[in-house]
């Protein structure tokens, strides 16, 4: 099984704004390409009654080598929300809540698994042996998810629509 | 060094969601169900046991319990184990209008009590001395962030039911 | 055989979920149109239709599958289920839809390296060091299809309408 440290919980951005949700997608994508992350949607679902709800999940992924793999759980909910045309295309406006969190993974593919003396190894080695390691991966994603956390407030703040 | 005794924490030790009036049970009851399979949580033939289902005639009612318990293996030596109860009372069935065509619901009560339990050395293949030496001394720091994991999974669970309920908060 | 889990964890892959109106026989017929044109094997594991006056409600399951090469196989665990289906229009229902979508990548399909413990052990090493890269560009290549069926449902659905 794989250990998981968590460098950030839950980083959020909420607010009531009008924004182009594809131009949202295409940005964060772009950022996640741009640092070699692994980009999948998990889960989209929407609710088209008379209010409209949307709540979708997002993963980055980056295995930085053979034992450590870095994580972005992205969750976006869309609340009230209304398709608008403007000039610049169709936007939607509505409570959108962003929250992006962080984890660290390690033995990902759970190769120190097979008897509890090596999962006791492993952590053995996690904790004491490779603990610099340990934290420059921490300091190198704590990084990227910041990065990440002040695009997606860039984007809604300046998005200005007609 | 004595005996260590390993023992499960009990992270969340209840959380409870009361509800008076119209509800969907069909809903909840497999909206849970998907909800803890999406999770991982939810396989029938392997990790989620639904230990109990009882229904009585009362009247022109029916009392409906249902006990579930669902398990994620973590790490080698922790689980998360999830322990979810219903219990529904006075429950009738109406048929009500909504969205313009007619809808089976059930009006009553439910109470739905979630717990959350952090499993250690769940496969109780280690020694007492190894139990203590790893979680007080090799694991201490990582230790918080299995139980933080375990909190944020039930809480996300209770808004699940809220939302499945269409509960305003 | 072993069976490679494509995708996000942690229970079976990418889900959608869809309340409102939208064309299901379009979205069926797309599916499978698109499946055949990527030559993929469709199979109609399940199919159950339960009418009611309070809604209909279907459960589909399909198992869509490519054979690669004599050692790997893309294969789609694709399950519907939709309730409280009403009549809404011209070829329009609503309801609720939950799709999920459960893409692996088999190797040894054919158990040929299964018989022997031997031959097992050279799968294993096989597979551990000289099939890795190639096992991540599969992975990769099967991602990117399920992407494509998850676009054409999305498309179906007209999401941010």
């Known amino acids: 099984m794989v250990n998981v440290d968590i460098v950030e919980k839950g980083l959020v951005v909420q607010k009531k704004a009008k924004f182009n949700m594809v131009e949202l997608y295409k940005s964060l994508k772009s950022w996640f390409d741009l640092h070699d992350y692994e980009f999948q949607e998990r889960e989209y679902g929407e609710e088209a009654t008379d209010k409209k709800t949307a709540k979708i999940g997002w993963m980055g992924r980056k295995d930085v080598n053979e034992y450590v793999s870095y994580r972005l759980p992205i969750s976006i909910t869309l609340k009230n929300y209304e398709t608008i045309k403007t000039k610049q295309g169709n936007v939607v406006e509505g409570d959108i809540t962003v929250k992006i969190g962080a984890n660290v993974r390690s033995d990902y593919e759970n190769k120190w698994e097979s008897a509890p003396i090596m999962h006791f190894f492993r952590s053995v080695f996690d904790r004491i042996i490779a603990s610099d390691k340990t934290q420059k991966y921490e300091k190198e994603l704590k990084k990227d998810v910041h990065d990440i956390f002040h695009r997606t407030k860039s984007f809604l703040n300046l998005q200005k629509f007609n | 060094m004595g ?167 | ?26 979205l069926i017929s797309e599916l499978k149109k698109w499946f055949n044109e990527q030559e993929y094997d469709f199979y109609e594991k399940k199919k159950k239709h339960k009418p009611s006056k309070y809604g209909n409600r279907i459960e589909l399951k399909w198992l869509i599958e490519r054979k690669i090469d004599h050692m790997v196989k893309y294969e789609m665990d694709v399950e519907f289920l939709i309730i409280d289906i009403a009549p809404a229009g011209e070829d329009l229902v609503s309801g609720k839809l939950e799709m999920v979508i459960d893409p692996n990548i088999i190797l040894d399909y054919e158990d040929a390296w299964k018989p022997t413990r031997f031959k097992n052990f050279l799968m294993k090493l096989f597979k551990n060091i000289y099939y890795k890269d190639i096992i991540k560009k599969h992975k990769t290549k099967l991602d990117s299809e399920v992407n494509t069926v998850r676009e054409i449902v999305k498309e179906i659905f007209e999401f941010y309408r």
């Not at chain 2, 009851?29 to 046991?49: A, P, Q």
């Open chain 2, 3 to 169: 005996e260590y005794k390993s023992k499960s924490e009990k992270i969340v030790p209840k959380l409870k969601i009361s509800h008076k009036g119209i509800f969907d049970f069909k809903d909840v009851y497999e909206g849970l169900k998907r909800w803890l399979m999406h999770s991982g949580y939810g396989n029938e033939s392997k990790n989620l046991h639904e230990k109990s289902y009882l229904e009585r005639i009362k009247g022109d009612s029916k009392q409906i319990e249902s006990r579930w318990t669902a398990r994620k293996e973590v790490t080698g030596y922790f689980a998360n184990v999830i322990e979810i109860s219903f219990q529904s009372i006075g429950v009738t069935d109406v048929e009500i209008e909504k969205d313009g065509r007619k809808v089976k619901l059930q009006k009553g009560k439910i109470d739905i009590t979630i717990t959350g339990t952090l499993l250690k050395n769940k496969n109780k293949g280690w020694s007492p001395l190894m139990c203590s030496i790893y979680e007080n001394f090799v694991i201490r720091d990582r230790l918080e962030n299995y139980r933080i994991g375990l909190y944020s999974k039930v809480y996300s669970l209770h808004d699940e039911i809220k939302a499945i309920l269409e509960l305003p908060y």
């Open chain 3, 1 to 26: 055989m072993e069976k490679i889990k494509v995708g996000p964890g942690p229970g079976p892959g990418y889900i959608i979920k869809e309340k409102g109106i939208f064309n299901l026989e379009k």
